[in-house]
């Protein structure tokens, strides 16, 4: 009997629809036949069929509810800040030392160093995530956070500072069950003065790399990748797709995993920044390392694996 894969679509953008055609040719060209649908419940009334037969199916990024989805479901999840680090540092994943700021939290700069991160456990694409002088951070309550600050809806997180040079610089790998699909190097240098060592800046600076004016690089980093791929399968091996961030300290060269964002609304190959982005850089991001091949022979081997 034939396995079969569902691929759910379940962005806006054209694009991820036609990347999901091309993986399913992949798929069918190893022999497991594939079904590619948008995420609404009228498109996987059809499916209902399916619900009889060896199925696994896949939400890559969007809503992450099943609906009419047959079989296995595999789709991101929406956690905070602490359930990501607290899941990744119980899989052995190398991440920044961290806690969250409460009422009885001490920090010792002699046990953290003269800065620290501090960081919203709700919040993304960088917001507040801010340096601070370890003598100087405390605890807030969350009212008296100003208005539509992130720290209202959710703890804040204190971390240990990564040095990765003068401008902010992290890597992201996007990973699809553990296989690497995309992989570059992002920095700013659009945001204050440049960090001209480890330490000596001004408080409350943002070192947020992931911005709308970064420089974006395509890299082939071995270790950076295999940091990438092993937290996958360590940490959330049933979260289909992972963006991971990740910092490599300038003086000591230890790699670090800052997030790996378990719930994205967007296919990371398609979305509106996500093209800007690439063509502002002049990269492309799907052929780097041949994407949809790799994500085809990912989830192919996944399906062989559970429905055999």
Known sequence: MSCHVVLAVGDRYEKTYRDFVRIAAVLESRGVRSHVVHHRWNAEIPLTWLWSRPTISLIP???SERKLLPGRVFAGRRINKIEEYSTLEAAGVSIPKWTEITPSTAFAPEEWGPYVVSKPSTSMRGAEVRIRKTSRLRYVAP??????????????????????????????????????????????????????????????????????????????????????SSAHDAAFPEIPLLQ????????????????????????????????????????????????????????????????A
């Open 143 to 228: 009212d008296d956070f100003p208005d539509g600050h992130p720290g209202r809806k959710g703890p804040m997180i204190a971390q240990t500072f990564v040095y990765t040079g003068e401008w902010p610089t992290t890597y992201r790998v996007v990973t699809l069950f553990g296989k690497v699909l995309l992989c570059y190097r992002q920095v700013t240098r659009s945001r204050g003065a440049p960090l001209k060592g480890r330490w000596g800046f001004t408080d409350g600076i943002s070192i947020v790399s992931n911005t709308k004016t970064m420089e974006i690089a395509l890299v082939d980093d071995e270790e950076v990748m295999k940091l990438g």
């Open 61 to 63: 990024v969007g809503k």
């Open 244 to 307: 991971f961030d990740i910092a490599r300290d300038i003086e000591t060269g230890m790699l670090f995993v800052l997030e790996c964002h378990p719930w994205e609304k967007f296919w990371p190959f398609a979305h509106g920044q996500s093209i800007r982005a690439q063509q502002q850089n002049e990269v492309d991001f799907d052929n780097q390392f041949g994407a949809m091949e790799r994500a085809g022979a990912a989830i192919a081997d996944r399906a062989m694996t559970l429905l």
